[in-house]
């Protein structure tokens, strides 16, 4: 892969956010004969680079609901050496669409002769093992893990760390392009072996998102809700600084990916306020404004890097009311952060306002933010969960 070198980097406390770079070549060949830093505008990462990387990584696939048909061309995109980690939210009563799933997963397994992990959010043992993990946080009051995307997410960055992993990353199961999978993946590999501490992020900003409009399809680059996230999300960083920026591209970025150690130390918002507030909780602890809660990470630096992908995104059309929920929750996040001030707040009211989301008299609600898991204890999840030793580590599995 070939890679743009950031030209301008952000830094904020200990925290050092890179400008958006541009994946320029997705496959950089033999490299026979070219030299280890070819030059100053372009980074090469070799193959065998990406495949540590990768070996070292698990892919969470949040889940709930979506086409088979989907979410069979989303695990074809995952690279080989990746371990999938399936979570899924989807409905078991009426059509058991999560065995579905499973059976797909292991097919494809027992084919490419890979390992997974498949759990339903719902599946009470995965709730009691998470109690006696001593991280309850995620749990309804019947002790059953709550709906949303963040959620699921945190039980696959727990099974991602009890499977060894060094690496996480998050892919939709609703994508339509196998290919632009394969990407991020990749990219996620290149962003993490490029980074230089070990509490790294990457953020994927897509090229474009195709919209089919009346003339055929428009290659629109920025979403409504991604481009209100990030302005405001800049205006938190500028009234921090004191200089104006437009760094934040990603501010919504569903497609990401994380070292373990920094996951592990990270406050995450329920639902989908989930990746602004991943931003915010890394800006709100080692920005600088306040005492640093981990202090190795706060001296080895938290770095984020946002890379653009060649491939367009196409995923499916969840309507307007699920998009003014993305907004408010993003939007409500950093309203409440610690670091935002009457500025910011008076300009994310009037976002809302202009909108239509909520009167300008309104404040958006405080997401849910749970605590980080870093010291939730994996080995008494491992025991509670039972022996994962298969070619697929199925939960709730009719015996
Ligand atoms: N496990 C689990 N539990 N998965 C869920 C849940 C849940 O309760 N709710 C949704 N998901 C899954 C979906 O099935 C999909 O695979 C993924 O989470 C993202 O959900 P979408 O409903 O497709 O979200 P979106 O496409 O509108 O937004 C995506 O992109 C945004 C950035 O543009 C998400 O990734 C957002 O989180 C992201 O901010
Ligand atoms: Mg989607």
């Not at 072996?193 to 998102?209: D, E, F, G, Q, T």
Request: hydrophobic fraction near 40%; charged fraction near 25%; aromatic fraction near 8%.
């Amino acid at each position: 892969m070939r890679i743009e070198t950031p030209r301008y980097t952000e830094r904020f406390g200990a925290v050092r956010l890179n400008d958006v770079q541009k994946v320029l070549e997705l496959d950089a060949g033999r490299g026979d004969g070219c030299a280890a830093q070819e030059g100053l505008a372009v980074q090469r990462i070799d193959e065998a680079t990406l495949r540590d990387v990768e070996q070292r990584m698990a892919i969470v696939l949040p889940t709930k609901d979506e086409k088979l048909k989907l979410f069979e061309g989303v695990i074809g995109g995952i690279p080989h050496e990746c371990l999938m980690i399936l979570v899924s939210n989807s409905e078991r009563e009426r059509v058991d669409h999560f065995r579905m799933e499973w059976e797909t997963l292991e097919q494809y397994c027992q084919f490419t002769r890979r390992h997974a992990i498949a759990v339903h959010q719902k599946d009470p043992t995965l709730g009691r093992a998470l109690q006696a993990a001593g991280y309850p946080h995620v749990l309804d009051d019947d002790g059953l893990i709550r709906d949303g995307k963040a959620e699921g997410m945190i039980v696959g960055m727990l099974l991602a760390k009890l499977a060894g992993k060094d690496y996480v990353g998050f892919i939709d199961a609703d994508n339509y392009f196998p290919g632009s999978v394969w990407e991020y993946v990749r990219s996620y590999a290149a962003g993490l072996s490029m980074a230089n501490s070990p509490y790294s992020m990457v953020r994927i900003l897509w090229r474009y998102k195709p919209k089919l409009s009346t003339h055929g399809f428009y290659f629109k680059k920025w979403g409504r809700v991604s481009q209100t996230t990030n302005r405001v999300m800049n205006a938190l960083v500028s009234i921090n600084t004191g200089f104006e920026t437009d760094v934040v591209k990603t501010g919504n970025a569903g497609e990401h990916a994380m070292s373990i150690r920094l996951a592990e130390i990270l406050p995450y918002a329920a639902g989908f306020a989930v990746e602004p507030q991943e931003l915010l909780s890394i800006f709100e602890a080692y920005g600088g404004i306040h005492a640093a809660p981990d202090r190795d990470a706060a001296r080895q630096g938290v770095q984020i890097v946002q890379l653009e992908s060649r491939n367009p995104h196409l995923h499916e059309d969840k309507g307007q009311n699920h998009l003014l929920e993305m907004l408010m929750a993003g939007l409500g996040a950093v309203y409440h952060s610690s670091l935002s001030d009457d500025t910011v707040r008076d300009l994310i009211r009037d976002e809302l306002d202009r909108q239509g989301a909520l009167p300008r008299d309104h404040a958006p609600p405080c997401p849910t933010v749970m605590p980080p898991f870093g010291d939730a204890d994996v080995e008494a999840l491992n025991e509670a969960l039972g022996e994962c030793c298969h070619d697929i580590w199925i939960s709730g599995r009719p015996k």
